[in-house]
């Protein structure tokens, strides 16, 4: 078909659009990407067993719970962040923590602690290395940010989450920092590991298809919140990583690989009430002032609430 013929035929099916009725946002939208839709399928002679094929995989994807992951290992959710970033940027706003990822394994309504907080439940600190992270939550004054929120998650020495994994106790590896006076937080954990998407899933299959594979290096998440300012969601990664520049949801950013020291020092492993060496990780937080005239930086989309 040529192109009049597709617009004549996106005519016909607009024009069944009640003008006083639906959305108009969600109309032009759906419009768009159908127009692109039926141009791919004439350009790249796309046949209707292709089509059957990419509507049962949709179908799977949906029952698997992976459009999340889709997302993130098509670049979707990084593009999401660029143009966010070039927004502030319009808008003045620079510098500051980078943003990324939120990815999909966030669970609402994880323990809340003044300062302080250990967040993994003992069950591998001995086959894992402890970690200790701090630092401040600052403006772009570097003032701190008492009562500012880090929330913190990170999957576990088998690559699992929490929650999602039913075989670990709830909140594990997920706490929720309040800074103290001076903007103040720490926790303590363990190092996480890399994991790959699930294997005979709906994102391997996909990603399998187009050549790439579906590894993440280790990381671990952040929200980062207070009254009156942007909210930040971030992660950091660690040097060493086979996977760090490689990561299959592109969520690795300069600015967000902090340097990971092990400290040996009996007096320090003493104060910590240890036995064994542990690992260190300073890191200071940058939040922007809360602008008018901007989309929220707060992203509205479903996420998982522990009734525990």
Same mark, same amino acid.
């Given at each position: 078909m040529t192109r009049a013929q597709i617009d004549g035929l996106l005519e016909k099916i607009e024009s069944t659009e009640k003008v006083e009725a639906g959305s108009e946002r969600a109309k032009a939208i759906v419009n768009r990407i159908l127009r692109d839709l039926f141009y791919t399928i004439e350009d790249l002679d796309i046949q209707p067993d292709e089509v059957w094929t990419a509507v049962n995989f949709l179908t799977q994807a949906g029952q698997n719970g992976e459009y999340g992951l889709i997302a993130a290992g098509l670049g979707i959710e990084h593009f999401l962040d660029l143009r966010m970033d =070039? #927004? /502030? =940027? !319009? !808008? %003045?706003i620079t510098g500051g923590t980078?943003? *990324?990822? #939120? %990815?999909?394994?966030?669970v609402a309504g994880a323990p809340k602690s003044k300062g302080f907080a250990r967040i993994d439940d003992g069950t591998e600190v001995e086959q894992g290395e402890i970690l200790f992270m701090q630092g401040k939550v600052l403006d772009e004054d570097n003032n701190p940010i008492p009562n500012a929120l880090v929330e913190v998650w990170h999957a576990n020495l088998k690559g699992n989450y929490s929650y999602f994994d039913q075989s670990q106790s709830d909140f594990n590896l997920r706490g929720t920092i309040v800074t103290d006076e001076a903007g103040n937080y720490q926790f303590r954990s363990i190092l996480p590991s890399g994991y790959a998407v699930p294997p005979g %899933? @709906? *994102?391997e299959t996909l990603l399998s298809a187009i050549g790439r594979h579906g590894n993440r290096p280790s990381h671990i998440h952040f929200f980062v919140s207070a009254p009156a300012f942007r909210k930040l969601t971030t992660q950091i990664n660690f040097e060493g990583d086979p996977y760090l520049w490689d990561d299959f949801a592109f969520a690795t950013r300069e600015g967000l690989v902090p340097d990971l @020291?092990?400290? *040996?020092? !009996? /007096? &320090?492993? &003493?104060e910590k009430g240890l036995d064994k060496p542990f690992s260190s990780i300073d890191f200071d937080f940058t939040l922007h002032k809360a602008v008018e005239g901007i989309h929220d930086a707060e992203v509205e989309r479903l996420r998982a609430e522990s009734v525990a």
């Open positions: =070039e #927004e /502030e =940027e !319009a !808008a %003045g980078p943003r *990324t990822i #939120e %990815g999909p394994l966030y %899933g @709906s *994102t @020291s092990v400290i *040996t020092d !009996a /007096e &320090k492993i &003493k």
